[in-house]
Structure formats: structure tokens, C-alpha cells
């Protein structure tokens, strides 16, 4: 008999918390896919979030570190540059990365660090129940923006690959989904890639993967896959946004 | 040298390869001194940071990774540290923290001031937590404590803090620097490596389970008990025969002795009890005085903050004179000892009756 699907080494045998139809499951998921094939769990050091990817460390089986709320970057920082020799990457999603970790992202961005930064773009904030984020869609309605948002009084979504693209420091930039199974491969392939570039040492990588939340956009799980798509990837294009050298 | 420059020499002889800072005066020589000096050491890191917090978050990922690491700052860069201290407590990750005072609050001045004495005992940041926290009198002492400091928080696994003001940052003295005893070897079972050739390790502070996280506050508050216990640190000077104990810590220390002086040439039986750990506060000392004399005069240069701590190891004893001068104003000594005679002859007066 052969094996064709099975819980990644690098995964504890946990169940996880997310709730159904949450993107952090899969994302999770396939970075441990990743550490495995790329035989990287012996080397890799994982920053986790303050947001729902938090527990992190009870699912992988590699060494973790919890971060402040939006410090993600600086943490990895410290220890890539203290270890240059491991494989050192941040999980945040998009309060931690594009409200409140906004200047640690940025500015490991433009120095260039050798990390790598798996963002989790749903577009609200998960964890505390489903605020409006830094990247909620124009008149979507949250908890903290019950009459949709509003530009003139809560800005635009932000877009942090088009943003850190003018960025000298980064090397390697890429929108994916994990919305339908093509989407989903095509996000382990940029995690995958982004992971080679800070092996080689070409500067700040990030993939930035846009991710299903129903429980706080109120909508089915498919639903939910179906929005992506709709109403997500108008405002954030998928795609390759930056690469300086092929990996 | 500075005595900014002396902590930072001294930091990278004791062993500290890791340096995370964003300017603010009166600290910036020791900034600018790691720029130049933690490069040449093999594996050296210097980052200019965004912020402050940037700074104190690289400081946490060093210290994680396993080197000795250190951030540097004043007042108002030392408020945006504290939630990353608070960090470091928890996680129980050693680090050194360096705040060369200045007045406050707000944006305040640039000028030496004692205005921290509180948010540096008391934790500073949220959370049940303590920092140990040396007060160098001298830019040589200065130098010393940073040895104290990288192994006091490799010992105990806890942030320490250097609670220094502009004018021991600022000013310049001659300084030689003890080659530091062999750097003692501590278990490193915590550092984050890449898991080869041993179970992953999880470093974090977020525990939902009540239980745990009480489990987890006992675990710490014993560890402040471990400290309290064997890291108190003062100096006295001319104490014995005294009628009247002077308490002030730092440069107001220094300015008191100067003071002291005059005083016993003038004949009153003055002397002094500095602390050097702000926390753990000498308390013990402070009671055994208190049965020699009655008289403390606390001088701080500030509107009175360690002044709680005399009245907490008092318990009521005693009688406390105060002089403070917050703001960045730096009395003479000369100027002291006029205010301590008044108080000591008030004091003579008053018993008489
Ligand atoms: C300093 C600070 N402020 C606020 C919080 C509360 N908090 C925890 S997670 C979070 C938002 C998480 O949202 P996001 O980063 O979008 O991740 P998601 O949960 O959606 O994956 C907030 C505000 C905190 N932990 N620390």
C-alpha cells in the first residue's frame, strides 16, 4: 500500500483550534509540508503571532517563540541575525503585521533581514472576535464598523505586498490564496519559494495569503471560498508582485 | 571615558554580543560606542532600530537565540520598552536594559534626573513581575555593575535593569576595566537553535489555563524571593557613629557624600546608606539603622519615589526628612549639606525639648 497523504513530521499530534472553514488550519498545515520536504526542521526557528495563529508551537514540532502583538519581525530579527544559520520565519496575520506591527514589518523589509514572513491576510481581526482590520474590504461590515467601512473615515485596505514591493530590501513578494485546492498549491510553492530565498540570502521575503475567516465574516465556509475570489482578489490581485532572482 | 561609553565597553567585554538601540539623548554615546565596538567582536550584532520598541523585541528574539543581548535608552524610549520586559519576564529570558535618566515626565528634558525610580522597581510594563535594577554611583562602578548585571540575568533568567541618569551617562571619568573573571558556563536548555538532534522547545508566556498561568506567577514571584534574598546590594559611608542616615542612590549618592563631608567637618554625625540594587531594596540595613538612629534624610532628584521604599522598611519607625529636586535641576553639595545641617539641627532641637 502507499501513502499518499499523513500528518507532516514536523506536526505534533494536536488537534487544532481554528474554527471550520478557517484558513489558518491549511496554511499551518502546509508550512510544516514545507519544512518537511525542504528538510528543514532541524534548522528552523518559527515566530508565532498574537492572533489566532498564537498556538503555533502546540502544533509544530519545531522551536517556537510567541511574539508581542505585531513584533513578529523584530523578534525574528534579533534571532536570524544572533543565528544566521537557521531558517528563521514570522507568522502574522493582518492586525499584527499591518496595524500594530506596522513599523517592524516595514522596516525589516527595507533592511533587508534574511527572514521570511507567512502573512495571513482575512481581512479582520480573528482572535478578538472580528474587528475591522487594516485590510477589511470597503463597506464590510465588522464588529467595529457596523455600517461598513467607511474610506473617508477608516482609510482603505492596505496593501502590504504593494507597499513592501518599494522596498529595496525585500527580494521576494507573492499574493496567494488557500481558498480551492489549485490556490492552495500554488501557496505552498510561495512558501516554499520564499523559504529558498532567505536560504540564499537574496533579502526580506513574504508571502502574503488571503484566507477565509467565516466565523467572523458570518458566512458559510464555502461561502466564504467563494468571496475570496468575488470580492478579495479585486482589492488584493493574486500573483507574483516581486522576485529580484529566480529561486 | 563617558560613562555611557564605559557600559558599552564593559558590555562587550562581559560578553554581550547582541546590541539594539534608537537614539535618544542623554544615552546616544552608548548607542553610538556599540556601532563602532560590537562589530569587531566575532558574530556581533548592531541595529539601529525603528523604534524602541523594535529595539527591545530584537533584544527578546538575541536573548531567545541564545546570546548575552542589551538594549539602551531614556525615559520616554524606556516607557515603549516595558511591554517587551514584560515580555522577557515572562518568558523568564535574560537581557540588560540601560536607562540613563532624564526628566519627565513626557517629552520633559535632557537633563539628569531620578524620575524612573518607580516604573524601574515596580516591573514597569503589565504583569505580576520585577526586574533587578543596579544604581552605579561612578563611571567605574558603572562598568563593574554591567558584569553583575549580564550574570545576575543569566543566573535568575530575568530581564536586569541599569538605572543610570544623563550625568553618569554624560560625564567623564577614568575607568579601568576588570578583564572579567572566566564568564561562568549557565544551562542554555531554553535557547531556540533549530530542534537537531532534540525535542522542539517552545518559548512563550500566554497561558489560557488559569491554574497554569497561577502555576507559572508562584514560579516567578519565587524566583523574586531567591533575589531578595542574595542580591542585595548597598554601600554605607561613615554610618557607625551617625545621627542621622542620608539615603540616596546613583549620582545623588555621590552628591550626598560631598555633602556628608562638609557636614562632619561642621561636627554633625551624618552618614550614609546608598543603595546599589533599587530592587531588591536593601530593607534590612535600613531596620537595623533605625535602632542606632532615628533621623533619615532621603534626597532623590526627583519629587520623592524611593522615599516609599525608606517608608516600607521603616514601618513606621524612624523620622523621614525629604529633599528632591526633580526636573533635571542637580543640587551641589555644598547646597545639600546646608538643607541636611537645617534638618539635623531642627531634629537636635526638637529632641531637646
Ligand atoms: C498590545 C496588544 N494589543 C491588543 C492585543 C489583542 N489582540 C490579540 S490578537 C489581536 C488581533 C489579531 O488579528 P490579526 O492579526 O488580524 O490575526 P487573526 O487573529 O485574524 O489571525 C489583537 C488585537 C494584544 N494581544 N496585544
Given at each position: 500500500m502507499k501513502?499518499v497523504?499523513?500528518?507532516p513530521?514536523?506536526?505534533?499530534?494536536?488537534?487544532?483550534?481554528?474554527c471550520?472553514?478557517?484558513g489558518?488550519?491549511v496554511?499551518?498545515?502546509?508550512i510544516?509540508?514545507?519544512?518537511?520536504?525542504?528538510e528543514?526542521?532541524?534548522?528552523t526557528?518559527?515566530v508565532?503571532?498574537?492572533?489566532?495563529?498564537?498556538?503555533?508551537?502546540n502544533?509544530?514540532?519545531?522551536d517556537?517563540?510567541?511574539s508581542?502583538?505585531g513584533?513578529g519581525?523584530a523578534?525574528a530579527t534579533?534571532?536570524?541575525?544572533?543565528?544566521?544559520?537557521?531558517?528563521v520565519?514570522?507568522?502574522?496575520?493582518d492586525g499584527d503585521l499591518a496595524a500594530i506591527?506596522?513599523?517592524?514589518?516595514?522596516?525589516?523589509a527595507n533592511?533587508?533581514?534574511?527572514?521570511?514572513?507567512?502573512?495571513?491576510?482575512?481581512?479582520?481581526?480573528?482572535m478578538?472576535?472580528?474587528?475591522m482590520?487594516p485590510t477589511?474590504?470597503?463597506e464590510?461590515?465588522?464588529?467595529?464598523?457596523p455600517?461598513g467601512?467607511d474610506s473617508?473615515?477608516?482609510?482603505h485596505?492596505?496593501?502590504?505586498c504593494?507597499v513592501y514591493?518599494t522596498?529595496?530590501?525585500?527580494?521576494?513578494?507573492?499574493?496567494?490564496?488557500v481558498?480551492?485546492?489549485a490556490a492552495?498549491i500554488k501557496?505552498?510553492?510561495?512558501?516554499a519559494k520564499a523559504f529558498?530565498?532567505q536560504q540564499?540570502?537574496?533579502g526580506?521575503?513574504?508571502?502574503?495569503?488571503l484566507?477565509p475567516?467565516?466565523?467572523?465574516?458570518k458566512?458559510?465556509?464555502?461561502?466564504?471560498c467563494?468571496w475570496?475570489d468575488?470580492v478579495?482578489?479585486k482589492v488584493?490581485?493574486l500573483?507574483?508582485?516581486k522576485?529580484?532572482?529566480?529561486? | 571615558?563617558?560613562g555611557?561609553s564605559?557600559?558599552?565597553?564593559?558590555?562587550v567585554?562581559?560578553g554581550?554580543?547582541?546590541y539594539?538601540?534608537?537614539?535618544?539623548t542623554?544615552?546616544?554615546?552608548?548607542?553610538?560606542?556599540m556601532?563602532?565596538?560590537?562589530?569587531?567582536?566575532?558574530?556581533g550584532?548592531?541595529?539601529?532600530s525603528?523604534?524602541?520598541i523594535?529595539a527591545?523585541n530584537?533584544?527578546?528574539?538575541a536573548?531567545a537565540a541564545?546570546?548575552?543581548?542589551m538594549?539602551?535608552?531614556?525615559?520616554?524610549g524606556?516607557?515603549l520598552?516595558?511591554?517587551?520586559?514584560s515580555?522577557?519576564a515572562a518568558d523568564e529570558?535574560?537581557?540588560?536594559i540601560v536607562n540613563?535618566?532624564?526628566?519627565?515626565?513626557?517629552?520633559?528634558?535632557?537633563s539628569p534626573?531620578?524620575?524612573?525610580?518607580?516604573?524601574?522597581t515596580?516591573?514597569?510594563?503589565?504583569?505580576?513581575?520585577?526586574?533587578?535594577v543596579?544604581?552605579?554611583a561612578?563611571?567605574?562602578e558603572?562598568a563593574?555593575?554591567?558584569y553583575?548585571?549580564f550574570?545576575l540575568?543569566?543566573?535568575y533568567?530575568?530581564p536586569v535593569?541599569?538605572?543610570?541618569d544623563?550625568?553618569?551617562?554624560?560625564m567623564?571619568?577614568?575607568?579601568?576595566?576588570?578583564?572579567a573573571?572566566p564568564?561562568k558556563?549557565?544551562?542554555k536548555?531554553?535557547?531556540?537553535?533549530g530542534?537537531s538532534?532534540r525535542p522542539?522547545?517552545m518559548?512563550?508566556?500566554?497561558l489560557?489555563?488559569?491554574?497554569?498561568?497561577?502555576e507559572h506567577n508562584?514560579?516567578?514571584f519565587?524566583?523574586?524571593?531567591?533575589?531578595?534574598?542574595?542580591?542585595?546590594?548597598?554601600?554605607t559611608f561613615?554610618?557607625?557613629?551617625a545621627d542621622m542616615?542620608v539615603?540616596?542612590?546613583?549620582?545623588a549618592a555621590?552628591?550626598a557624600?560631598?555633602?556628608i563631608?562638609?557636614?562632619?567637618q561642621?561636627g554633625l554625625?551624618?552618614?550614609?546608606i546608598?543603595?546599589i540594587?533599587l530592587?531588591p531594596f536593601?530593607?534590612?540595613?535600613?531596620q537595623e539603622?533605625?535602632k542606632?538612629?532615628?533621623?533619615?534624610?532621603?534626597?532623590?532628584m526627583?519629587?520623592?519615589?524611593?522615599?516609599e521604599?525608606?517608608?516600607?522598611?521603616l514601618?513606621?519607625k524612624?523620622h523621614i526628612?525629604f529633599?528632591?529636586?526633580p526636573g533635571g535641576v542637580?543640587?551641589?553639595?555644598?547646597?545639600?549639606s546646608?538643607?541636611?545641617?537645617r534638618h539635623?539641627?531642627?531634629?537636635?532641637?526638637?529632641?531637646?525639648?
Amino acid at each position: 500500500m502507499k501513502t499518499v497523504y499523513c500528518r507532516p513530521k514536523c506536526m505534533k499530534e494536536a488537534h487544532f483550534h481554528y474554527c471550520p472553514g478557517c484558513g489558518h488550519g491549511v496554511i499551518t498545515r502546509l508550512i510544516a509540508e514545507v519544512v518537511d520536504e525542504m528538510e528543514l526542521r532541524d534548522k528552523t526557528i518559527c515566530v508565532a503571532p498574537a492572533g489566532c495563529g498564537m498556538l503555533l508551537y502546540n502544533y509544530f514540532d519545531i522551536d517556537t517563540i510567541e511574539s508581542a502583538h505585531g513584533r513578529g519581525a523584530a523578534v525574528a530579527t534579533g534571532i536570524k541575525r544572533v543565528r544566521p544559520e537557521n531558517l528563521v520565519f514570522s507568522y502574522q496575520g493582518d492586525g499584527d503585521l499591518a496595524a500594530i506591527g506596522t513599523a517592524e514589518g516595514f522596516h525589516a523589509a527595507n533592511r533587508g533581514e534574511l527572514i521570511s514572513v507567512i502573512f495571513v491576510n482575512n481581512g479582520v481581526y480573528g482572535m478578538t472576535g472580528g474587528q475591522m482590520a487594516p485590510t477589511t474590504m470597503l463597506e464590510q461590515v465588522t464588529t467595529t464598523s457596523p455600517a461598513g467601512r467607511d474610506s473617508v473615515l477608516q482609510g482603505h485596505p492596505v496593501k502590504i505586498c504593494e507597499v513592501y514591493a518599494t522596498l529595496d530590501g525585500t527580494s521576494y513578494l507573492e499574493r496567494v490564496a488557500v481558498n480551492k485546492p489549485a490556490a492552495i498549491i500554488k501557496t505552498k510553492k510561495a512558501i516554499a519559494k520564499a523559504f529558498r530565498h532567505q536560504q540564499q540570502k537574496t533579502g526580506f521575503s513574504l508571502v502574503e495569503i488571503l484566507s477565509p475567516c467565516p466565523t467572523n465574516w458570518k458566512m458559510s465556509p464555502l461561502d466564504s471560498c467563494r468571496w475570496v475570489d468575488d470580492v478579495m482578489t479585486k482589492v488584493f490581485p493574486l500573483g507574483l508582485i516581486k522576485e529580484t532572482k529566480k529561486c | 571615558m563617558s560613562g555611557n561609553s564605559a557600559v558599552g565597553e564593559a558590555a562587550v567585554l562581559a560578553g554581550c554580543t547582541a546590541y539594539f538601540g534608537y537614539p535618544i539623548t542623554p544615552q546616544n554615546e552608548l548607542t553610538e560606542h556599540m556601532a563602532k565596538r560590537i562589530v569587531e567582536v566575532p558574530g556581533g550584532v548592531f541595529i539601529q532600530s525603528e523604534s524602541e520598541i523594535a529595539a527591545i523585541n530584537m533584544v527578546l528574539g538575541a536573548s531567545a537565540a541564545g546570546a548575552r543581548a542589551m538594549t539602551s535608552s531614556s525615559g520616554p524610549g524606556i516607557s515603549l520598552k516595558q511591554e517587551g520586559i514584560s515580555y522577557l519576564a515572562a518568558d523568564e529570558l535574560p537581557a540588560v536594559i540601560v536607562n540613563m535618566m532624564r526628566g519627565g515626565p513626557g517629552m520633559g528634558n535632557i537633563s539628569p534626573a531620578q524620575s524612573d525610580y518607580l516604573q524601574a522597581t515596580r516591573g514597569g510594563g503589565h504583569g505580576d513581575y520585577r526586574t533587578i535594577v543596579l544604581a552605579p554611583a561612578s563611571v567605574q562602578e558603572a562598568a563593574d555593575l554591567v558584569y553583575v548585571a549580564f550574570d545576575l540575568a543569566d543566573t535568575y533568567r530575568n530581564p536586569v535593569v541599569i538605572l543610570g541618569d544623563g550625568m553618569l551617562g554624560q560625564m567623564m571619568e577614568p575607568v579601568t576595566f576588570t578583564t572579567a573573571a572566566p564568564r561562568k558556563e549557565y544551562p542554555k536548555e531554553y535557547v531556540l537553535s533549530g530542534a537537531s538532534g532534540r525535542p522542539s522547545r517552545m518559548i512563550r508566556s500566554l497561558l489560557f489555563d488559569t491554574k497554569e498561568e497561577e502555576e507559572h506567577n508562584w514560579k516567578l514571584f519565587r524566583k523574586y524571593q531567591l533575589m531578595e534574598h542574595n542580591e542585595v546590594r548597598y554601600e554605607t559611608f561613615l554610618l557607625d557613629d551617625a545621627d542621622m542616615a542620608v539615603l540616596a542612590y546613583g549620582i545623588a549618592a555621590r552628591i550626598a557624600k560631598g555633602a556628608i563631608k562638609r557636614l562632619r567637618q561642621e561636627g554633625l554625625k551624618v552618614g550614609l546608606i546608598r543603595p546599589i540594587t533599587l530592587w531588591p531594596f536593601p530593607m534590612k540595613i535600613i531596620q537595623e539603622t533605625a535602632k542606632q538612629l532615628g533621623d533619615f534624610f532621603v534626597f532623590e532628584m526627583s519629587t520623592g519615589q524611593m522615599i516609599e521604599d525608606v517608608k516600607l522598611a521603616l514601618e513606621g519607625k524612624g523620622h523621614i526628612h525629604f529633599y528632591g529636586r526633580p526636573g533635571g535641576v542637580i543640587p551641589t553639595p555644598v547646597e545639600l549639606s546646608r538643607i541636611i545641617a537645617r534638618h539635623c539641627y531642627q531634629s537636635q532641637r526638637s529632641k531637646k525639648r
